[in-house]
């Protein structure tokens, strides 16, 4: 049978069987943490979108004395401002002929017009809502005499709140990894202890640096695969619940409130184990570096 | 096989360890090192083992100067010497068999190697029975056979013991020494430290005798004093 450094790693995760489920266990509940975090800020992001996305029309009245081709050539212009989607003329026939339509029985108050009161109009749709103060200028400055409306205020205010949750988010997932650094470098501290004389012992017997760190470098990645890998499945359950809860309750807001738990808990089980892996082999790496000057 | 030339040891600290010491020491000699507590004894130890480099002076073994060696050749320089603690050293969560064995798996023995060597190391030190157990199940006597055992694992060139019967009775000490004369016998160079005065007067080896870091005696077939 030939031992392994793999075999060794195991072994020593056996006979440590508590320090092992601690060091598991602890890396399980930040990567827990972390991934809620995450998870909310992913999904500020999402929703942020779909609610900005309603807002992306601008109008523009064109004024009234202007003739079609002047408006035509406004339109063109328009199209070559860089956030603009795609812009739809609305004559002020058809404006007039929508009028009368929505008006139903009433439009016979309509027929009474000598000439069209209205003006053409010009729908804008951006393609980054966030933007929309910025293209609102460029758009303004190509004609003097036409009037713009967008939902300003609105898309200020979901853009506000969504950058105060995302911020906090961020600063929250720093601290988490902070302490997540301070919580496995505790454990490992505790396993030096045990780790200590074993490692003086096999420097005495001649052991090279590597045969002293290899088992411990496994040991710890094995440590992290599994905190990742049980945080993974845990976020995922828990996710789909809330999943499963916000589509029965708000339902009536959005058709799907939240993203689906299937596509992000592939983004986030290979971020948790990246994090399990890095931190694991850091942490154990750390520990036995002190021990090797023997 | 071993020479010291004009080794100094000063800790930081200032305190002198070891001062002009000058040495020969063949292969296939039994020698005692002795001296009171502080006498530099552990400096000379640590020293021969690499664990800490002299001030002055050089050690050569077998012509090799090994306080310029560099720090990737330790673990290989280790091989070639056996070193026995006072407190034995084993690893606590491993067998016995183990223990002996991870000795040899290190200098990358073959199994079928260690498979065979493993029971016959154990046989020389009296162990035969004990290779499933863990250290914590045997007495100190027979834990200071493991270590003995695995020292000898890998044919080292000398045996370095330190205080190797500091822990025992005098029965048990004197059964150990018993086989340390044994590995002698079979041409083992061995160098041990020891306060015991019984076993120095009785064996009548090399003694050499350390005070305050100077070697003040060192005759062939010597007594304790």
């Given at each position: 049978m030939i031992r392994s450094p793999f075999f060794t790693a195991l072994k020593n995760m056996v006979r440590n069987a508590m320090m092992s489920l601690a060091s598991i266990l602890s890396v399980t509940s930040t990567l827990v943490i972390l991934g809620i975090v995450l998870l909310l800020i992913l999904n500020v992001n999402n929703l942020t979108k779909e609610f900005t996305d309603k807002f992306d029309v601008m109008r523009v009245q064109v004024a009234y004395d202007y003739t079609p081709e002047q408006t035509l050539a406004m339109k063109t212009a328009f199209e070559a401002?860089?956030?603009?989607e795609s812009v739809l003329l609305i004559t002020r026939d058809e404006a007039l002929e929508q009028m009368k339509q929505d008006w139903g029985e009433d439009s016979v108050l309509l027929e009474g017009l000598k000439e069209n009161p209205l003006s053409d109009t010009l729908e804008v749709r951006v393609m980054d809502v966030s933007l929309s103060d910025q293209t609102y200028e460029e758009l303004d400055r190509i004609d003097e005499n036409d009037t713009i409306y967008y939902y300003k205020t609105t898309i200020e205010r979901i853009l506000r709140v969504s950058n105060v949750i995302r911020n906090v988010g961020i600063i929250l997932i720093v601290v988490l990894l902070f302490i997540t650094m301070l919580v496995i470098n505790n454990t490992v501290r505790i396993g030096i202890a045990s780790r200590k004389s074993q490692i003086q012992i096999m420097r005495y017997v001649g052991a090279t640096r590597g045969h002293i760190r290899h088992p411990y470098l496994i040991e710890g990645v094995i440590l992290g695969i599994l905190g990742a890998v049980i945080s993974s499945v845990l976020l995922y359950y828990g996710y789909q619940e809330v999943v499963d809860m916000a589509a029965a309750n708000l339902s009536d807001l959005t058709a799907q409130p939240l993203l689906s738990a299937d596509v992000l808990i592939i983004r986030i089980g290979i971020l948790n184990l990246i994090i399990g892996i890095g931190v694991g082999l850091v942490g154990s790496l750390f520990s036995v570096r002190k021990y090797l000057k023997v | 096989m071993l020479v010291l030339n004009n080794v100094q040891m000063r800790y930081p600290s200032g305190t002198v360890a070891l001062e002009d010491v000058n040495l020969k020491i063949n292969k296939g000699e039994f020698v005692f090192l002795i001296g009171s507590s502080g006498a530099g004894k552990s400096t000379f130890i640590k020293l021969i083992t690499k664990e800490i480099d002299p001030t002055a002076g050089a050690i050569f073994k077998d012509g090799l100067d090994i306080t310029r060696m560099h720090k990737r050749r330790i673990p290989y320089y280790r091989r070639s010497l056996g070193i026995v603690f006072q407190d034995y050293r084993l690893l606590n969560n491993e067998t016995v068999y183990e223990n002996v064995a991870f000795a040899m798996r290190i200098v990358g023995r073959k199994n079928r190697e260690i498979k065979r060597n493993v029971p016959l190391l154990l046989n020389l030190v009296g162990l035969?029975?004990?290779?499933?157990?863990?250290?914590?199940?045997?007495s100190g006597g027979e834990q200071q056979r493991v270590a003995i055992a695995r020292a000898v694992a890998n044919n080292p060139d000398i045996l370095i013991c330190d205080e190797p019967t500091g822990n025992l009775d005098p029965e048990t000490s004197w059964e150990l020494i018993d086989l340390l004369m044994k590995l002698n016998r079979y041409g083992a160079t061995i160098i041990m430290a020891t306060h015991q005065h019984d076993i120095v007067d009785v064996l009548k080896k090399r003694v050499i005798e350390l005070d305050k870091g100077r070697v003040i005696r060192d005759e062939d077939h010597g007594g304790y004093h």
């Amino acid at each position: 049978m030939i031992r392994s450094p793999f075999f060794t790693a195991l072994k020593n995760m056996v006979r440590n069987a508590m320090m092992s489920l601690a060091s598991i266990l602890s890396v399980t509940s930040t990567l827990v943490i972390l991934g809620i975090v995450l998870l909310l800020i992913l999904n500020v992001n999402n929703l942020t979108k779909e609610f900005t996305d309603k807002f992306d029309v601008m109008r523009v009245q064109v004024a009234y004395d202007y003739t079609p081709e002047q408006t035509l050539a406004m339109k063109t212009a328009f199209e070559a401002v860089p956030n603009v989607e795609s812009v739809l003329l609305i004559t002020r026939d058809e404006a007039l002929e929508q009028m009368k339509q929505d008006w139903g029985e009433d439009s016979v108050l309509l027929e009474g017009l000598k000439e069209n009161p209205l003006s053409d109009t010009l729908e804008v749709r951006v393609m980054d809502v966030s933007l929309s103060d910025q293209t609102y200028e460029e758009l303004d400055r190509i004609d003097e005499n036409d009037t713009i409306y967008y939902y300003k205020t609105t898309i200020e205010r979901i853009l506000r709140v969504s950058n105060v949750i995302r911020n906090v988010g961020i600063i929250l997932i720093v601290v988490l990894l902070f302490i997540t650094m301070l919580v496995i470098n505790n454990t490992v501290r505790i396993g030096i202890a045990s780790r200590k004389s074993q490692i003086q012992i096999m420097r005495y017997v001649g052991a090279t640096r590597g045969h002293i760190r290899h088992p411990y470098l496994i040991e710890g990645v094995i440590l992290g695969i599994l905190g990742a890998v049980i945080s993974s499945v845990l976020l995922y359950y828990g996710y789909q619940e809330v999943v499963d809860m916000a589509a029965a309750n708000l339902s009536d807001l959005t058709a799907q409130p939240l993203l689906s738990a299937d596509v992000l808990i592939i983004r986030i089980g290979i971020l948790n184990l990246i994090i399990g892996i890095g931190v694991g082999l850091v942490g154990s790496l750390f520990s036995v570096r002190k021990y090797l000057k023997v | 096989m071993l020479v010291l030339n004009n080794v100094q040891m000063r800790y930081p600290s200032g305190t002198v360890a070891l001062e002009d010491v000058n040495l020969k020491i063949n292969k296939g000699e039994f020698v005692f090192l002795i001296g009171s507590s502080g006498a530099g004894k552990s400096t000379f130890i640590k020293l021969i083992t690499k664990e800490i480099d002299p001030t002055a002076g050089a050690i050569f073994k077998d012509g090799l100067d090994i306080t310029r060696m560099h720090k990737r050749r330790i673990p290989y320089y280790r091989r070639s010497l056996g070193i026995v603690f006072q407190d034995y050293r084993l690893l606590n969560n491993e067998t016995v068999y183990e223990n002996v064995a991870f000795a040899m798996r290190i200098v990358g023995r073959k199994n079928r190697e260690i498979k065979r060597n493993v029971p016959l190391l154990l046989n020389l030190v009296g162990l035969s029975d004990r290779g499933k157990h863990f250290p914590m199940e045997l007495s100190g006597g027979e834990q200071q056979r493991v270590a003995i055992a695995r020292a000898v694992a890998n044919n080292p060139d000398i045996l370095i013991c330190d205080e190797p019967t500091g822990n025992l009775d005098p029965e048990t000490s004197w059964e150990l020494i018993d086989l340390l004369m044994k590995l002698n016998r079979y041409g083992a160079t061995i160098i041990m430290a020891t306060h015991q005065h019984d076993i120095v007067d009785v064996l009548k080896k090399r003694v050499i005798e350390l005070d305050k870091g100077r070697v003040i005696r060192d005759e062939d077939h010597g007594g304790y004093h």
